[in-house]
């Protein structure tokens, strides 16, 4: 399985092989896109021959050919929302009910988008609640077009912070009572993810607006869980505050990794807030290490390892 | 954890096939063995497979992408991650009190104790005057010649008293040997302090000129916490040994000091100056080699455009003496914080602590603003303090606006207060 991540200026991939039960991660590496990977290129014949080509370069540097594909992309491509039910409806009504919830909510581009619900685990409450993602049919096109000249077929397509939420339940083996968060740290824009109880809560996208403020820019729901854990973020970056209280744990990487705020995050030692090495007990056979190969440097690979968890058992 | 794929079909999705781990994809070299349901908006046609040697370019150098950030210096502070960590938890173990030591109690003489005599000499001079005035007046002795001539005498009467007096008591301060100061120090125990003597007693601490011949009674406060103020005095210099090496011309974003680790992001003139810091660190047994010196030309401050960036440890200084360490009650801490805030022009809010139970260790925090020297000089006058107080974090930041020379800098200290349970 060739696993795919994509941020707005790099792509990073890797390739996992599974051989009579062995799980080998064979290559992880990354490459420049030449045009970035943003919501406004979705129609730019660059981006899709930017795409083009380094799909094509990936398969040149594949140690084994392949062509099943696995991608992670960001959470701005994505519109995500919470949504409840009442219980005892039909599935029928159930998919019904969303779909004209999801069509409400997305307005005259519903149309133009894939739609998807997918069930959450309940909570408590009468009402059993579903995360509708939507994405343009475009995207789907360009990645289309984009994987032909390399004979790649994708059949897997993840949000990269889930993803990378699925890496750190697994390698840090986070228990199901636990309340935490994943926070990607972009050079301007932040996502958060809050998951309760083995379960996905909120996805937050936020900005610092100033040296002691934050803006919050999109939200899952009106919970107010994921702005307590930025108001928490906001508190330790401005010293105002030495840990965190919002969360049992809060796990931090970036696509970023040159970023002056990610690497000053990293000199903090606050108790509950870390960031990883998802290769650490996985080494790849060729690793990527031009940016370094300490954990602020392997973080930037969560989310691929994230793909390659889904192929891989408990206990692996 | 809900586990997405957005190529499957729209719609609600079913749960039981998401949760479903196979194989397919993980085989390249085999046929798959069952075919995963996925959406047809993206799966490529089975069109023969493309033969890489046609079309394909050939494979391209992979660029470097740009890190400016020394690798081994971030793999060094990574791995050191742990070790700060079980730095911290045997810092804040709870730890068993220990008994006091045996020596007496000894106290240093101040010179300014004996400037109630001179005050008492000279007061006695005014009343005899007035009352030799009085007598003079109601004799009729009080005309201007006769004045004249009183006051003349008068004055060379009481100058050469005072006068020999002081001399007397400078060559019995000279001659005081060291028994003599302990016996004055012990008296100056037994008397209750007030809040004004605990003021005074800040700055004579700081100021005075025969500190190294001070010496200091039994603490009041277990061995175990007295480490941890020891530690925290050595942070404190540390801070203030640091912010000493910065350009007055630079702008600091922040400087912390947590552990065993300074880290800071500093904007300079130019490399040389960047160099210049970075032999600092490197050039004395003070400090370890760093962890981070990133040094690059962002631009960001048009006037400093080289940004500094380090991770750096700090080698512990050997202990101090652990005597002479007082138990403050929390009011008589607050004036000891707040005098020595005074001492250096800082501003400063009022002492937070953070629970009323003196039996227990508290967190407490010092925040403030100040010019640069002066938050320098606040740093070094809490660091002269032998109190239950330990500096846990130094956190200085400042707002980029303006060079160091002319900025305001926010200081906040993270402390503990540690009980008397001796």
Known sequence: ?316 | MLRLNLTNKPGLQDEKELAKIDLEGLTPGRPPEKQLEVSETLETPDTPAVQPEVLLPPPIEEEKPIQPIDEDLFKLAEANLDLIEQAEQEEFAPKQPSSPPDEPEVKPVKVKQHYPFLRYGLFAAVIVVIIGGLWAYRNGLLTKEKVKETIQVATETVSETVSEQATDLVKMTEGIPDELGEKAGEAMRIVPEAPGQISSRVSDVVQSARSARRVFGPSEIPIEYIQHVQFGHDRLQVAAEVLTQFPVASNLQYLRVKNDKVSFILYVKNEYEAEQIKNYFIGGNRFQTPEVFFIERTGKIADNPVEIMTIVRFNTLAPQDSKGYKYFSDRQLSQYIWQAGIQSKVNMDPLQISNRDVSIIRSAQIVGNGSTANVIQLLNELSSIRDNMGIGVISITSTLYQPLARTLLDYKLSTFIYPNNI
């Not at chain 1, 909570?123 to 343009?136: A, H, I, P, R, T």
């Open chain 1, 1 to 316: 399985m060739i696993c795919i991540s994509l941020s707005e200026e790099f792509v990073r991939f890797g390739q996992l092989i599974n051989t009579d039960g062995d799980y080998t991660i064979e290559i992880v590496r990354k490459r420049t896109l030449s045009t970035p990977f943003t919501p406004e290129n979705i129609t730019n014949p660059e981006l899709s021959s930017a795409l083009q080509q380094v799909f094509q370069e990936i398969r040149a540097d594949l140690p084994v050919p392949d062509r099943y594909v696995a991608l992670a992309l960001p959470a701005e491509w994505f519109d995500l929302n919470r949504q409840g039910v009442d219980s005892g409806l039909s599935r029928e009504n159930i998919e019904e009910a969303l779909n004209w919830n999801a069509k409400k909510r997305l307005g005259p581009v519903a149309d133009q988008k894939f739609i998807q619900h997918y069930l959450l685990q309940r909570q408590g409450g009468s009402d059993q609640e579903y995360l509708s993602v939507s994405y343009f049919k475009d995207l789907g096109k360009l990645f289309l077009n984009a994987a032909q000249p390399s004979g790649f077929n994708i059949h897997i397509m993840d949000v990269n912070i889930l993803s990378a939420a699925s890496a750190l339940e697994r390698l840090e083996q986070i228990g199901s009572d636990e309340k935490w968060a994943v926070w990607l740290v972009g050079e301007q824009k932040h996502s958060l993810l809050v998951i309760d109880s083995g379960e996905f809560r909120q996805l937050v996208r936020f900005e610092f607006s100033d040296p002691e403020n934050y803006s919050i820019l999109s939200s899952t729901s009106s919970d107010d869980i994921g702005e307590k854990v930025i108001a928490g973020i906001n508190g330790i970056r401005t010293f105002e505050a030495e840990g965190l209280s919002a969360v049992d744990r809060l796990y931090y990487y970036s696509h970023e990794v040159d970023s002056e705020f990610f690497n000053m995050l990293l000199t903090y030692d606050v108790e509950n807030m870390k960031t990883i090495d998802p290769f650490e007990n996985h080494k790849p056979v060729y690793s990527y290490e031009d940016d370094g190969n300490g954990v602020g440097a392997m973080c930037q690979f969560i989310d691929l390892m994230g793909l390659m968890i889904r192929k891989m058992p408990e206990g692996v």
